[in-house]
């Protein structure tokens, strides 16, 4: 979701606001595209492929990138980060300020918004909006970003324009809270809301004209599996420095390409014209002679790990007996040493990334924590820590545990990414040398989350997470015990050992520290926790690469996602494709 709103300044947020300005830096990869906006021409359309069609178009439950990369483009926020700048923008609010104790927002709409049905929108919408975010039966995954204090925020209505927004105590990131909240339409809504079947409203066999939202396009058309199609919203309220009414494109198409390497044949062809994913092999391999534009970006604020599954399974459950071994911090750190985080860099990203061993890169220089340990790859550090374990190996080599049982598990892995998948294979490589034995099971993206939050039906897993925002907030619901993004242990009732539960005070304390130095100081430690017990054993984190048709104007790849859409109003073309 995009979600836009004016920088609001007062003594107790400040530092925390100013701090992430320290992440200007970060555009300097992009320089030379980061010129301001050029005014475009009206028409035309953008072609853009997703591995998986929609789940849903209801902004409240988009689980995933696909889903996200066209639901983000039918809604918009009341704040809004710039995904290039990391600033605060205004968006649906105009103007905003803040009480003397930090602890009350009143926030002003822009004038004369209405839905994509031309419905007005109100303060009466804002305050329904987030009811429903903050409704425990809804069970919104956004909740947690909206808990200040162990309390949700109060949203009121002070007039037709205007929303008053109450804290249970000061909040470090101040109006940074409301991007990617999007803004629904009570008028549509209400009804589902009260009825008790919101989480069945706007699926993906729903009408077109029936999906309401207040971004730069609407839904024009759905062929489920093949395509997706938006049409200009006209009456976004979004318009360029002379006035002139945005987006410039016509028209968005979305097709369903199931694997990257099909997609970057299918744009070197000419059918597609941006790719924003792009793998190092990809961008090496686009051809010369001015037909695209291609960028590197530098390091990106995506995080890769392997973890395993730590849940509290039922009696006779078949993957209990290994999370004996999963359990065992030793083993933990033995695969973590066992892993050549270099390799993974120099074979999937061709140099083109950088090594992990927390969920901070480089690239986030305000909340990258320089004293955490990047010991080097030991196969017999590893071996080491096995056989204090209380491990052994058999005469051919295998791995045994105390019992006698050969260490073997299974490692999901999204089929749809063809990185990961190789991050996969390096590390069953990798493991052969302490005598275990790596199976690796490929699904897709749902079938992924599914087994991980709801069947936890899996041994180890490799995935990747990109936050919508710098700040440490965006991934409280990862970090949290409590949280659905918990990956070895989500929606947990209560911490299950005392580091997570040091983790939750923590990730707590930081939302409402008065300065940004304290904030900085007890983030450092949740990544000092977790690079003490390694639940999550982070790996690698890739350059953006992205590339468009040469024809596309005010392409800049920006540092959050969507990389390539996340200006999509301000794109246009100088001279139409021709198809």
Not at 53 to 79: C, H, M, Q, W, Y
Not at 87 to 114: C, F, H, M, N
Request: proline share 6%; aromatic share 10%.
């Amino acid at each position: 979701m995009a979600v836009s709103m004016g920088a609001w300044r007062t003594s107790v947020v400040r530092a925390g606001c100013v701090a992430l300005w320290l992440f200007v830096w970060l555009t300097g990869a992009l320089a030379q595209h980061a010129a301001s906006p050029a005014r475009g021409v009206r028409g035309g359309q953008l072609v853009i492929a997703e591995r998986t069609p929609p789940s849903t178009f209801n902004p409240i439950f988009a689980p995933d990138g696909s889903t996200k990369a066209v639901v983000e483009r039918l809604f918009a926020d009341l704040v809004h980060i710039n995904r290039r700048t990391l600033k605060t923008e205004p968006s649906l609010a105009s103007s905003w300020s803040v009480s003397k104790d930090g602890r009350e927002y009143t926030l002003k709409l822009r004038p004369g918004l209405r839905f994509s049905d031309g419905h007005p929108c109100t303060a009466d919408d804002v305050v329904f909006s987030f009811r429903v975010y903050l409704d425990e039966r809804v069970h919104a995954p956004q909740r947690d970003l909206l808990m200040v204090g162990g309390k949700p925020i109060e949203v009121s209505k002070k007039d037709d324009a205007t929303v008053v927004v109450r804290l249970a105590e000061p909040y470090a990131v101040g109006e940074r809270m409301f991007d990617s909240f999007a803004i629904l339409p009570q008028h549509v809504l209400g009804k589902a809301y009260t009825d008790g079947t919101l989480t069945r409203a706007w699926g993906v066999d729903a009408a077109p004209e029936s999906i309401v939202g207040m971004g730069p396009f609407r839904l024009r058309e759905h062929v489920p599996g093949q395509r997706v199609v938006l049409e200009r919203n006209p009456y976004y309220w979004k318009r360029d420095g002379e006035g002139n009414a945005l987006p410039y494109l016509d028209r968005l198409v979305y097709l369903t390409i199931g694997s990257s390497d099909a997609e970057f044949l299918r744009f070197k062809a000419g059918d597609l014209d941006i790719m924003s994913r792009m793998s190092a092999e990809q961008f090496a391999a686009l051809p010369g002679g001015g037909a695209f534009q291609a960028v590197d970006g530098g390091p990106s604020l995506e995080y890769n790990f392997l973890f395993f599954n730590l849940n509290d399974l039922p009696q006779g459950s078949p993957i209990a007996p290994r999370q004996a071994w999963f359990r065992n911090e030793a083993f933990r750190h033995a695969i973590s040493a066992a892993i050549d985080r270099q390799a993974i860099v120099s074979l999937v990203f061709r140099g083109r990334g950088e090594p992990l061993w927390g969920p901070v890169t480089r690239a986030n220089a305000t909340w990258y924590n320089p004293s955490l340990q990047r010991p080097a790859r030991t196969v017999d550090g590893a071996r080491g820590l096995l056989k204090g374990a209380g491990f052994s190996w058999r005469g051919d080599g295998a791995l045994l545990d105390h019992d006698g049982t050969p260490v073997e598990f299974s490692v999901l892995v999204q089929a749809t990414s063809a990185a990961r998948g190789h991050m996969a294979t390096l590390i069953q490589n990798d493991l052969a040398q302490l005598g275990i034995k790596v199976a690796i099971v490929p699904l897709d993206s749902r079938a992924v989350v599914d087994r991980v939050r709801n069947a936890r039906d899996y041994d180890a897993c490799v995935l990747g997470l990109v936050a919508g925002d710098a700040d440490p907030n965006t991934d409280i619901s990862v970090w949290l015990s409590s949280g659905e993004n918990h990956a070895w242990r989500p929606s947990g009732k209560a911490p299950a050992t005392p580091w997570e539960a040091e983790i939750d005070d923590l990730m707590r304390k930081q939302i409402s520290a008065r300065t940004f130095a304290a904030r900085k100081q007890l983030f450092d430690r949740v990544q000092a926790v977790l690079a003490e017990h390694e639940p999550m054993i982070f790996l690698a984190s890739p350059h953006i690469l992205a590339a468009a048709r040469s024809g596309l104007a005010n392409f800049n790849p920006g540092v959050l996602p969507h990389y390539s859409l996340w200006n999509v109003d301000e794109l246009y073309w100088r001279q139409a494709p021709t198809r």
